[in-house]
């Protein structure tokens, strides 16, 4: 199943996301889940949050795996949203 992990980051949070990016890169290829990903915007263009899609067995699998994300073991997360998710076009 495809889910959506719809990822804010908290205010002031961008030294954080910087500095754990390399972690959260290795951990997305260690865990061979992420069919694709990046990072949302805010108005000045700067990185303030993540979209990723999974492809994972069910919704308490892609939950825990954005547990375990480095971005959200170091904090920077305010919120994550977890939907299963319907490709229809692309």
Known sequence: MRVALICKDKPNKLQVRKDTRAAHLAYIEATGMVE?????????GEMAGSLIVLDAPDLET???????????KAG????????EWNKVIG
Request: charged share 20%; net charge negative; glycine share 4%.
């Open 36 to 44: 694709m990903a990046g990072p949302l915007l805010d108005d000045s």
């Open 62 to 72: 892609a939950q825990s795996w954005a547990k375990d994300d480095p971005y959200n």
């Open 76 to 83: 920077l997360f305010a919120d994550i949203a977890v939907s």
